[in-house]
C-alpha cells in the first residue's frame, strides 16, 4: 500500500525558516518512476501547487514562491523535503505531500499525505 | 506560465440537477488535466485524469472533457455526497498550477 506522511513543526515564528518532510512507503524512489508535490491551503481558501521534484531529480517551482523554496529528495530514506525560507503569518496553512507516477500513463496526483497544519506566529 | 481559471467560484443546486464546471487555461495545453474533488475537512482525491478519463471506483454520473484551453467536469445527477469544492489542476510540467476552486452546495 502507498502511503505519503508529512511532518514536521506545527508552529514557526515570522521569519523562521520551516522544514517540512514527506516520507513514502509502498514504492522506492530508486525504481519507480515517481514525482512528489508540495502543494499547501490556508484555511478556508484554494490549493495551492508550491514544488515538485520528478524522478529523474529536475526541480521546479511557483513563480510567486521560487525565492523561498528549496525541495529535495532523500531516496536512501524514502523521503522528499521542502524548506521554505522567511515565513510569514499569510503563510499558514496545511501542507500536504503528494505523489504522481510520471509517463503516458500518469494519472495525475493519485496519492495525497494527510496534510500538517503549519501556523505562523510569534 | 499557464494560468488556470475555474468558473463559477461557486454553485448551488438541486438533488439531481446536472451540474458544469469550467477550467479555462491561459494558453493551449496539452490533456495533461485533472479534476480533484475535496470534500469539507478531508484530503483531495483525483476524480478525473487525462482530461477525460474516470479514476476507478468514481461514480460514472462524473465525467470529464475539453482540450486545448477548455476543460469541463459534469456530474449528471448531483447527489448530496457531492458537497466538495473542486478543482482543475495541469500536471504535464512546470508549473503544476491548480485552479481556483469551485465550491458545490446543494440547494
Known sequence: ?122 | DIQMTQSPSSLSASVGDRVTITCRASQAMSNSLAWYQQKPGKVPQVLIYAASTLRSGVPSRFSGSGSGTDFTLTISSLQPEDVATYYCQKYDDDPLTFGGGTKVEIK
Open chain 1, 1 to 122: 500500500q502507498v502511503t505519503l506522511k508529512e511532518s514536521g513543526p506545527v508552529l514557526v515564528k515570522p521569519t523562521e525558516t520551516l522544514t517540512l518532510t514527506c516520507t513514502v512507503s509502498g514504492f522506492s524512489f530508486s525504481n519507480a518512476r515517481v514525482g512528489v508535490s508540495w502543494i499547501r491551503q490556508p484555511p478556508g481558501k484554494a490549493l495551492e501547487w508550491l514544488a515538485h521534484i520528478f524522478s529523474s531529480d529536475r526541480k521546479c517551482y511557483s513563480t510567486s514562491l521560487k525565492s523561498r523554496l528549496t525541495i529535495s529528495k532523500d531516496t536512501s530514506k524514502s523521503q522528499v523535503v521542502l524548506t521554505m525560507n522567511n515565513m510569514d503569518p499569510v503563510d499558514t496553512a496545511t501542507y500536504y505531500c503528494a505523489r504522481i507516477q510520471e509517463g503516458y500513463s500518469s494519472n495525475a496526483f493519485d496519492i495525497w499525505g494527510q496534510g500538517t497544519m503549519v501556523t505562523v506566529s510569534s
